[in-house]
Every structure is written in structure tokens, then in C-alpha cells.
């Protein structure tokens, strides 16, 4: 089965700079998404970008030209390359598989409960 494992998360000022990186094991089957999600205290898991595996992708409103998901098929890693930096972007940072099909609900894929898999999270501090 598919495990996921992040990294790259750590503390910056505001305005800095973060890149977060997915790497997957054991095998993800084509056509499937990559989600990256986060979860700050008190909150819930929200949609922060999505890519699919021929390429495709979709932000949160809150991210759109701030941050970039992209994915390098040959590592087996997805990755969140985080700029402009704000304190309301700190939260446990997620990464996300779900194979296809995929719910007939999940329009765009930035909703949680339509993936399957989660890797453990990493820690990003904007102060």
C-alpha cells in the first residue's frame, strides 16, 4: 500500500519561504491526485493545492500565487514550494493520495475526505 512521508517544514518570518516535499512508497497507480492539506490549531483540515498525475492543478484561494504544488514522477515526490509567506498560513502541513476514480462529489479535489491516504504531516511556523 501507498505510504506518504513529508518534510520540509520548519519556522520562518513572515514574508519567507518554505519548500515541502512528499515523498510516496509502495506504488501509486495512475490516474491518481496528489493533495496537499493543512490543519491549524483549532481548525479543520482545510484544501491548500491539488495535482494530478498528468499535470493538472488547483489552489485554495487563500494560496493562489503564493504557492506551487508540482511533482517529479521519477522521485516519486510532490512537492509545496511556499512563498510570500503569512501567520495565517502555520498549521500542520499534509500531503494526500487518492487513485482514481475518484468520488463523483469531489469536483475539484481540495476536500479532505476525498482522499484515502495521508502521510504523518509537517510543522510550518510563520511568525
Known amino acids: 500500500h501507498v505510504q506518504l512521508v513529508e518534510s520540509g517544514g520548519g519556522s520562518v518570518q513572515t514574508g519567507g519561504s518554505l519548500r515541502l516535499s512528499c515523498t510516496a512508497s509502495?506504488?501509486?497507480?495512475?490516474?491518481?491526485?496528489m493533495g496537499w492539506f493543512r490543519q491549524a490549531p483549532g481548525k479543520e483540515r482545510e484544501g491548500v493545492a491539488r495535482?494530478?498525475?498528468?499535470?493538472?492543478?488547483r489552489y485554495a484561494d487563500p494560496v493562489t500565487g503564493r504557492f506551487t504544488i508540482s511533482q517529479d514522477s521519477d522521485k516519486s515526490a510532490t512537492y509545496l514550494e511556499m512563498t510570500t509567506l503569512k501567520p495565517d498560513d502555520v498549521g500542520i502541513y499534509y500531503c494526500?493520495?487518492?487513485?482514481?476514480?475518484?468520488?463523483?462529489?469531489?469536483?475539484?479535489?481540495?476536500?479532505?475526505?476525498?482522499?484515502?491516504?495521508w502521510g504523518q504531516g509537517t510543522q510550518v511556523t510563520v511568525s
Open positions: 509502495g506504488g501509486r497507480i495512475k490516474p491518481y491526485f
Open positions: 495535482i494530478h498525475s498528468a499535470g493538472s492543478t
Open positions: 494526500a493520495y487518492m487513485p482514481a476514480p475518484t468520488p463523483t462529489s469531489c469536483t475539484d479535489m481540495l476536500n479532505a475526505a476525498c482522499y484515502n491516504t
